[in-house]
């Protein structure tokens, strides 16, 4: 079946730093790739998506690209903020169900 | 709110008891998953729903558990003669129908507490 691994966490930068949390699945057919986040006290909330190779999600400042030549969807997001500390799940779905990964928590310090 | 609800949010249970929890996915959505997070972990995939047939079950889903989705609409997950084990966040997902690799976009979660 599907899996996905991801960096092991916990991550801890300064506000303004460069992230990148590495994502890479095994997947059959022509998955999307996902990544979720996760704040305290609250349920998955999608960040971005992608839904064929070499396209790129972007959203809140945070990017990944899909890139199927080396099965993976690296997370990054160019100067941190306090406000992004949470946890971030890295996910593959194809048609039936979607596979997430253990889940990485960052921690953005001022 | 035109999200996925989930009820209840929270759940405490003796050892022993059957407990029982409700999913009313968004709307027009034929597909819904029932997941389950333990601390510090990814949401592990329970089982999933196309309308109201259950299309896959999990191996770690005992025979202790179990779902329904009778009408296609709301899902109700039952765990039986729950254990200490037990003790998770039990999420619920639904996706759109006709699209095929389209996100999931899930409840608030029941955290279930098995004393």
């Known amino acids: 079946g599907d899996s996905v691994t991801q960096m092991e966490g916990p991550v801890t930068l300064s506000e303004e730093a460069f992230l990148t949390i590495n994502c890479t699945y095994t997947a059959t057919g022509y998955p999307s790739l996902f990544w979720y986040v996760q704040y305290p006290g609250e349920g998955l909330q999608l960040l971005l998506k992608?839904?064929?190779?070499?396209d790129k999600g972007s959203n809140k400042g945070f990017e990944a690209t899909y890139r199927k030549e080396t099965t993976s969807f690296h997370l990054e997001k160019g100067s941190v903020q306090v406000s992004d500390s949470a946890v971030y799940f890295c996910g593959t779905g194809g048609y039936q169900k979607v596979t997430f990964g253990t889940g990485t928590k960052l921690q953005v310090i001022p | 709110d035109t999200g996925v609800s989930q009820d209840p949010r929270h759940k405490i249970t003796k050892r022993g008891q059957n407990v029982t929890f409700r999913c009313d996915p968004i709307s027009e959505h034929n597909r819904l998953y029932w997941y389950r997070q333990t601390l510090g972990q990814g949401p592990e995939f329970l089982t999933y729903f196309q309308n109201e047939a259950q299309l896959e079950k999990s191996r770690l889903l005992s025979d202790r558990f179990s779902a329904e989705r009778p009408k296609g609409s709301f899902s109700t997950l039952e765990i039986q003669r729950t254990e200490q084990g037990d003790s998770a966040m039990y999420l619920c997902a639904s996706r759109k129908p006709g699209e095929l690799n389209t996100e999931a976009f899930f409840g608030q979660g029941t955290r279930l507490t098995v004393v």
């Open positions: 992608a839904t064929k190779a070499d």
